[in-house]
């Protein structure tokens, strides 16, 4: 499926804790890709940071939590219509949870708890990167998006679905399905049964479920 309003994000970035129960499908994820090169005819958009967001969603076998993380900033390149390449910032210490009311301990601790060395370790790293590879509709006419995810000192080629909206001439709405990411995949150890063992129902599941609404403009 091709469409003159192909332009892109992503940012990922995730949050932990996936168990039980349904959950999204994991992104495919392998070793990172090289960045596709720039042309002549490029058109770039800018990521509105107010209008953009992650939602991330995680469990474990005593409970679950949400929330988001803020999009820093991004780039969309296209050429002809097509996706060509982006860099997009995911604001590590912008985590908000949103299961636990603002004004109760809980929030500021669980909060605390995952920008923390044990999950993300804002304070070394507080950016994340999503870096586009690659654009394409596969098989089922499902547009795929690729990209180099960093999470801390790990990069992770990444793929999954998404969907193009116009908003007018000048601004895109890029929304993806949700889909997981392993955390275990970019060494994030924190009560993951991928590097502990004996860790009865204490553990912390290692698929991360997001979704991403960005909004970009000309």
């Not at 939602?55 to 076998?61: I, S, V």
């Not at 995810?149 to 998404?162: A, D, M, Q, V, Y």
């Not at 009865?200 to 599941?205: L, T, V």
Request: with cysteine.
């Amino acid at each position: 499926m091709k469409t003159n309003f192909l332009r892109i994000f992503t940012l990922i970035t995730f949050i932990a804790f996936t168990s039980c129960g349904d959950k999204a499908k994991e992104a495919d994820t392998k070793q990172a890709e090289d960045v596709a090169g720039s042309k002549s005819d490029i058109v770039t958009y800018k990521v509105d940071t107010d209008k953009s967001v992650i939602e991330w969603k995680g469990f474990k076998p005593t409970g679950s939590h949400n929330g988001t993380i803020a999009i820093k900033g991004g780039k969309i390149s296209t050429s002809k219509g097509i996706v060509k390449g982006g860099k997009f910032v995911i604001e590590m210490n912008g985590i908000i949870v949103k299961d636990i009311p603002v004004e109760e301990e809980g929030n500021a601790k669980l909060k605390s708890h995952l920008e923390s060395a044990d999950f993300f370790d804002v304070q070394t790293y507080p950016n994340s990167m999503f870096v586009i590879t690659g654009f394409k509709t596969n098989n089922e006419s499902v547009m795929m998006l690729s990209g180099n995810l960093t999470l801390k000192e790990t990069t992770k080629n990444i793929s999954f679905p998404i969907k193009i909206k116009s908003i007018d001439d000048n601004s895109i709405m890029i929304l993806s399905d949700s889909f997981t990411i392993d955390r275990s995949k970019w060494n994030i150890k924190h009560g993951s049964k991928s590097f502990f063992d004996n860790l009865g129902d204490q553990f912390i599941n290692d698929e991360i479920e997001l979704k991403i609404t960005l909004v970009a403009t000309k």
